[in-house]
């Protein structure tokens, strides 16, 4: 079974033997290929919407997995619990709704259990939202799919784990021990985004703490960015 670079890098982030929860499954490719692949023994795939829960039950019965894999209607975990899986994977979502779907789901804090994310917009919600809720970042990774970039993150609720963290963590996470390529690529992205608003920002004289935030955060990317982009060097 192929699965795009995306869904891979996403597939390669749940344990292994974990039950596996897909919330906004969509076609369901992500559990079709993690059950078939025998990297987890069954799963859950949910949706909010019908049209792609349709789909999802085309594919799976395709694939003759509809014994390990179930389907359901939810609006994020709101039908869900605990007990459905041990990794719970949010791929293909905006970090807005990512962070809007685990505030109201108490059980999150459950330390057994696993978040996989894989944000198409704004992670730095993401990772605010799971370090202020005393959640570990255990790793990222970045790939290239169709030549643009995506991010992946997993954490776990680590009830113990108290770090200070510098302002620019959650603009970074984990993706500087990356090291890759499509890690660079989404660093330099971030980096040109602040520092085109700490620049606006300062020409216009507006907001002068939020400019002094982003001239600390700044340094602490360049390192990790792609070399025509650093300080001076353009
Ligand atoms: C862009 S698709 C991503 C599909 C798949 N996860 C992937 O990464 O390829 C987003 C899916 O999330 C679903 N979705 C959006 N909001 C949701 C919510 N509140 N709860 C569950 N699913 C949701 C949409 O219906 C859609 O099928």
Redesign the pocket.
């Known amino acids: 079974m192929r699965l ?1 670079p ?2 891979r890098m ?1 597939a390669s982030l749940v344990r292994k033997g974990a039950r596996v929860a ?6 369901a ?2 559990p079709a290929y993690l059950v078939a692949t025998g990297h987890c023994p069954s799963a859950v795939g ?4 019908d ?2 829960l349709m789909n999802a039950v085309a594919n799976i019965a395709a694939c003759g997995l509809s014994d390990q894999i179930r389907l359901l209607h ?3 975990l ?1 039908r869900l619990s605990p007990a459905d899986a041990d990794d719970f ?5 905006g970090g807005t ?1 990512i962070v ?2 685990l505030e109201r789901t108490p059980w999150i804090t459950n330390a057994d259990k696993r978040f996989i994310f ?1 944000p ?1 917009s704004h992670a730095e919600l993401v990772r605010a939202f799971l370090l202020e809720r005393g959640f570990r970042i255990l790793e990222e990774q970045a790939c290239f799919d169709e030549c643009r970039p995506y991010i992946a993150l997993c954490a776990q609720f680590d009830p113990g784990y108290r770090p200070h963290y510098r302002k620019s963590y959650i603009w970074m996470g984990e993706l500087p021990r990356c090291g890759n390529e499509a890690a660079s690529y989404y660093l330099t992205k971030q980096y040109v985004y602040l520092k085109q608003r700490a620049d606006a920002l300062e020409r216009a004289a507006l907001l002068p703490d939020e400019v002094s935030v982003l001239r600390e955060i700044l340094p602490d990317i360049e390192p990790y960015i792609r070399k025509k982009h650093k300080e001076g060097s353009v």
Do not use: K
């Not at 897909?22 to 076609?27: F, K, L, P, R, V």
């Not at 949910?46 to 919407?49: G, H, L």
């Not at 994977?89 to 979502?93: D, E, I, L, N």
């Open positions: 795009s995306r869904l996403v897909d919330i906004g499954t969509d076609h490719y992500l949910s949706d909010v919407r049209g792609p939810s609006d994020g709101d994977v949010f791929a293909g979502m709704l809007e779907l894989q198409m």
